[in-house]
T-cell receptor
Framework: GQSLEQPSEVTAVEGAIVQINCTYQ??????LSWYQQHDGGAPTFLSY????GLEETGRFSSFLSRSDSYGYLLLQELQMKDSASYFC??????????FGAGTTVTVRA | GAGVSQSPSNKVTEKGKDVELRCDPI?????LYWYRQSLGQGLEFLIY????????KSGLPSDRFSAERTGGSVSTLTIQRTQQEDSAVYLC????????????FGAGTRLSVL
């Protein structure tokens, strides 16, 4: 099976940088995904790391270390609209995503 | 369609009744998934379709849950004899066959069993 751990909550001010860590245990591994979900909304895809290293997409970056079973999502230049829940998800067998419990990010003015 | 569409958006039912939840995936997406999300929790995988076939039903919690997909498009998740613990948001996602790691989600059906 799979298990993922991520912090439950993070609070930061506008303009700050937030790092959300995700550690995982899995019997198979293709990659690590990150999804954003606003209250009452649909989860939306942010990034996917299959190989070690950093992937940058605008203000968001994602990192993976396969040897450490660890990844993180970095949110830079925080904006109020970034207040949401962020989920890491392990792609264990090429189609099935196993999600963490989510990190609620609250951005304050 | 432009995105994944789910209906109804909200469903309130009495314990013991059957419910049907519908998912309309993005046109051309061959893979379709159902997840369940309880309040404040992550997403729990229920079932995966490739075309009309369901090679992985491992996440269905009990035999009261079933799902089908027709025409490689619309899918229906059916819950029979609903129980209070079935109350959750049921999310559907679809993806291209060659990029299953990127899943596009609908807004979900919020099911409340009284």
């Amino acid at each position: 099976g799979q298990s993922l751990e991520q912090p439950s909550e993070v609070t930061a001010v506008e303009g700050a940088i937030v790092q959300i860590n995700c550690t995982y245990q899995t019997s198979g591994f293709y990659g690590l995904s990150w999804y954003q979900q606003h209250d009452g909304g649909a989860p939306t895809f942010l990034s996917y790391n299959a190989l070690d290293g950093l992937e940058e997409t605008g203000r968001f970056s994602s990192f993976l270390s396969r040897s450490d079973s660890y990844g993180y999502l970095l949110l830079q230049e925080l904006q109020m609209k970034d207040s949401a829940s962020y989920f890491c998800a392990v792609d264990a067998n090429d189609y099935k995503l196993s999600f963490g419990a989510g990190t609620t990010v609250t951005v304050r003015a | 369609g432009a995105g994944v569409s789910q209906s109804p958006s909200n469903k309130v039912t009495e314990k013991g009744k059957d419910v049907e939840l519908r998912c309309d995936p993005i046109s051309g997406h061959t893979a379709l998934y159902w997840y369940r999300q309880s309040l404040g929790q992550g997403l729990e995988f229920l079932i995966y379709f490739q075309g009309n076939s369901a090679p992985d039903k491992s996440g269905l919690p009990s035999d009261r849950f079933s799902a089908e997909r027709t025409g490689g498009s619309v899918s229906t998740l059916t819950i029979q004899r609903t129980q209070q613990e079935d109350s959750a948001v049921y999310l559907c996602a679809s993806s291209k066959g060659e990029a299953k790691n990127i899943q596009y989600f609908g807004a979900g059906t919020r099911l409340s069993v009284l």
